[in-house]
């Protein structure tokens, strides 16, 4: 059974949803990044939902949208669709107001993610291939059993609760110019763009949608509502197919521009806010900081916001991400190379590669290869470097053996 919260939210809702929360979940700081505000010629600074109340921001909409039910749907419980933050977030707000929780998820939830949400108390069904099939489901379930269903992003009080993000980042940075907001369903950058155009209409507001979902993009431009998929993504937080009828309308009125942006560039904004802001953010997380390693906004000579929606990563894609992304900054390389099958052949390139300052983090020799002669070895070095520069040293150095040695980095600059 569908709960109300079907009207636009105002103004005065999110302020009332600031009263809500305080309290009972984190003010995230913003945090100026030194070295995206030199990158960039800006005053760059990060909102840390990262290190909200279950790692994202969808904690502040659940826990507003608990507070708005009534005294009778408490009693029957609440029932939402999720693979991951938005489970959490009704889960965990659930917990909190001492409400019956029931998470539908897909199949293909990844094991951290359910065991997230049960760390809640939460109880949960897996089920659907896709996160359509899991709410169609769900929406059964509520209609069955009598159920409240949270909707995760297309819902008055959601959105209003998302939306208290844009209020603290105009109390703490009220001269801000531009705020940077990925985008999924809506329901964040719409919260966001009505607290800040509230107070001040000349902020600029920009959302970041993966490539392959980019949904509320093509709605937009079309001025319906529009599907838009072409593609697996790794931002799963963002892949939305539709966006919600409520962030549609906000985004409308409220939003400047939205831009897209390849899993590449996320993967590579993971890196560099690991690397040099020390934070962990998750691929949706890290749309907003993609969208300038792309040169989609101009922020130069602006004071600029990006939202880190989320630090939810999966730690077996982020070892992936790191690996990859060490190889495109050539912090990492791989070098191939065919040597003959004599004793002290890999002692001898080992030594020179060690001699020119190169750390060999992984080596792998195979006999095996189809493409190795007789009385040959296929050998694979994985060595740490410090830059391009550095290679042509290493590579120098390899060579003076007398051997045919070949990178392998999946992005070789000339």
Known sequence: MQSSGTELPKFEDIKDA???ISGRLNRTPLDRSRTFSEKYGSEVYLKMENIQRTGSFKTRGALVRMSRLTKEERQRGVIAVSAGNHAQGVAYAARESGIRARIIM???TTPAKVNAVQSYGAEITL???DYNEAREYSLGVAEKEGMVFIDGFDDRWVVAGQGTIGLEIMEDLPDVDTIIVPVGGGGLISGIALAAKTINPRVRIIGVQSE????MKKSVEAGIITPSVSGETIADGIA??????IPFELVKKHVDSIVTVSDESMALAIFKLLERHKTLAEPAGAAGLAALLEGKIDVRGRKTVIVVSGGNANLLTLSKIIYKSMELEWKLIRIDTKIPDRPGTLYR????ISEAGGNIYHAEVDNL???TPVGYQSVTFSVNVRGQEHVKLLMENLNRLGYRFTIMNAQVKD
């Not at 939305?240 to 009828?245: A, D, E, N, S």
């Not at 390139?349 to 020179?352: D, G, L, Q, V």
Request: charged fraction near 30%; charge should be neutral; avoid cysteine.
């Open 212 to 215: 392959k979902y980019d949904s």
């Open 18 to 20: 600031a009263e809500i």
């Open 240 to 245: 939305i197919k539709f966006p919600g009828r």
């Open 106 to 108: 897909p199949l293909y």
């Open 349 to 352: 390139i080992a030594s020179a």
């Open 127 to 129: 089920y659907g291939k």
């Open 369 to 371: 290869n189809e493409d």
